[in-house]
């Protein structure tokens, strides 16, 4: 048996030391860690060919990209990759302001930097070395920024493309660009067996397979070559591997922009009705 136990004594709520309540404070917006799904607003419009990532940002910052019909003008923001894209009149203005230069470059220029005591091939690009007329007057503001898209290496002749517009430059040398190049190139040496075939596909260079070109030959010593990449002094790199000596080497075309009748060492504008 247990022992008898007083009944409880009644509890007066009244009594209770107030209960404590938990107050969560509102969490502010700007302290909350930016988790948005997305892309970035700048790679979005550099894969898509409106410009350059640089150029992108530089739109950004004064305003003049719009996405979904909303203004952007903070760098960084993430966008639906998906999403309308619109650039305003400033940009665009901007955008057709920017030349396009085809030159003829001769042997013993270098297509960029200045290397080794050598010249680069921007250095041929005056007032005086231009050919032809085409009614866009020559500016020295159109040396600003001007850049080679590919390059040709300093024994090598033909068309290079000079730019200051990011769009094409992306176009021609960006990672997924597929633009044609034709060389002509003189050789000599012994093919070795299946060369030919070797040379349109088959190849490795730096331990990637190169992507199929179309090779033929023009006539005993000279081959045609169309590729659709640039790696470093390439054609010649395939030719030694199967056997070849690369004696001379003229770039012709690049995508549906020819070298035709332009003299070394002369240039002339990318006309409004040319596309690459």
Not at 41 to 55: I, Q
Not at 170 to 190: F, P
Not at 191 to 213: K, P
Request: with cysteine; glycine share 8%.
């Amino acid at each position: 048996m247990f022992p008898h136990r007083k009944p409880p004594l009644p509890i007066n709520v009244a009594d209770l030391p107030p209960r404590r309540r938990q107050v969560v404070a509102p969490t502010e917006t700007a302290s909350v860690p930016n988790k948005t799904p997305g892309v970035r607003l700048s790679k979005v419009m550099a894969s898509r060919g409106l410009c350059s990532r640089r150029e992108a940002d530089a739109y950004i910052e004064r305003g003049w990209v719009f996405v979904d019909g909303e203004r952007v003008s903070e760098l960084g923001t993430r966008i639906d990759p998906d999403a309308d894209i619109h650039l305003a009149d400033e940009a665009k203005q901007r955008q057709s302001d920017r030349v396009t230069i085809l030159l003829h470059k001769p042997i013993g220029y270098v297509s960029a930097q200045a290397e080794d005591g050598h010249t680069p091939a921007v250095a041929l690009i005056s007032a005086e070395t231009r050919h032809g007329q085409d009614g866009i007057p020559f500016r020295p503001s159109c040396l600003r920024g001007l850049a080679p898209a590919g390059r040709l290496d300093i024994d090598s002749t033909g068309l290079l493309v000079l730019t200051q517009d990011g769009r094409i430059a992306r176009h021609l040398i960006g990672e997924n660009s597929s633009v044609e190049k034709e060389y002509v190139v003189r050789v000599k040496g012994e093919l070795i067996d299946g060369g030919l075939e070797l040379l349109q596909h088959g190849l490795e260079l730096d331990g990637h397979t190169l992507r199929r070109a179309h090779v033929e030959w023009m006539r005993e010593d000279t081959l045609r070559f169309r590729l659709r990449e640039g790696r470093k002094r390439q054609v010649r790199r395939m030719c030694e591997l199967v056997g070849l000596k690369v004696v001379a080497l003229k770039r012709i075309r690049i995508g549906h922009v020819l070298l035709g009748d332009l003299p070394p060492g002369k240039w002339r504008y990318l006309r409004s009705d040319e596309f690459f």
